[in-house]
T-cell receptor
Framework: DAGVTQSPTHLIKTRGQHVTLRCSPI?????VSWYQQALGQGPQFIFQ???????QRGNFPDRFSARQFPNYSSELNVNALLLGDSALYLC???????????????FGEGSRLTVL | AQSVSQHNHHVILSEAASLELGCNYS??????LFWYVQYPGQHLQLLLK??????LVKGIKGFEAEFIKSKFSFNLRKPSVQWSDTAEYFC???????????FGSGTKLNVKP
């Protein structure tokens, strides 16, 4: 079975540009979460979606937005890129939410964004 | 907000040595705790988890962790490490709404053959 897939794997942008990152969850998983992992840091929560609805938002500026589609895939959009947005962006899926009964997120390998 | 601290940023061990990685969290209520591992070139994957019950939790590949409520700790242990355990280890606590995780900054483990 395919795991969580993310695209692109690597990309380079310049300050002020916009970026769209894509994620396909594991088949049957209805919840998608996005995390930002800066160099030398642990993943930091950005968004969680369940059945196309935003369920939780982390402490990120409004330049960050996301959406989930009827097939449960998801996009993360970042506008007006800053140098500090350079990071590995991780997508994770889960069968259901809340996670209390399973507690497991399945992560993709991430999209590494470099902002110059 | 909850937070997680991992005090060991980089650990180097020889094969067969014992391992203990520290993890402390800041939430005083009911906690759900996790250790995730990221092997070189691979994605994050679950190593073990604690929800309730026996505070000594056993995970995959011989790892275990002990939840000590009075110390707000959830340390990861393995009696004898192998070269294949070389990876980065992340401690995490589930958020109060059970919809997100708070991760520590990670510990890079390098096991020398």
């Amino acid at each position: 079975d395919a795991g969580v897939t993310q695209s692109p794997t690597h990309l380079i942008k310049t300050r002020g540009q916009h970026v769209t990152l894509r994620c396909s969850p594991i088949s049957g998983h209805k919840s998608v979460s996005w995390y930002q992992q800066a160099l030398g840091q642990g993943p930091q929560f950005i968004f969680q979606y369940y059945e196309e609805e935003e369920r939780q938002r982390g402490n990120f500026p409004d330049r960050f937005s996301a959406r989930q589609f009827p097939n449960y895939s998801s996009e993360l959009n970042v506008n007006a890129l800053l140098l500090g947005d350079s990071a590995l962006y991780l997508c994770a899926s889960s069968v259901r939410e809340p996670f209390a009964n399973t507690g497991e997120l399945f992560f993709g390998e991430g999209s590494r964004l470099t902002v110059l | 907000a909850q937070s997680v601290s991992q005090h060991n940023h980089h650990v180097i061990l020889s094969e067969a040595a014992s391992l203990e990685l520290g993890c402390n969290y800041s939430y005083g209520g009911t906690v759900n705790l996790f250790w995730y591992v990221q092997y070189p070139g691979q994605h994050l994957q679950l190593l073990l988890k604690y929800f309730s019950g026996d505070p000594l939790v056993k995970g995959i590949k011989g790892f275990e962790a002990e939840f000590i409520k009075s110390k707000f700790s959830f340390n990861l242990r393995k009696p004898s490490v192998q070269w294949s355990d070389t990876a980065e280890y992340f401690c995490a606590v589930m958020g109060e709404n059970f919809n997100k995780f708070y991760f520590g900054s990670g510990t890079k483990l390098n096991v020398k053959p």
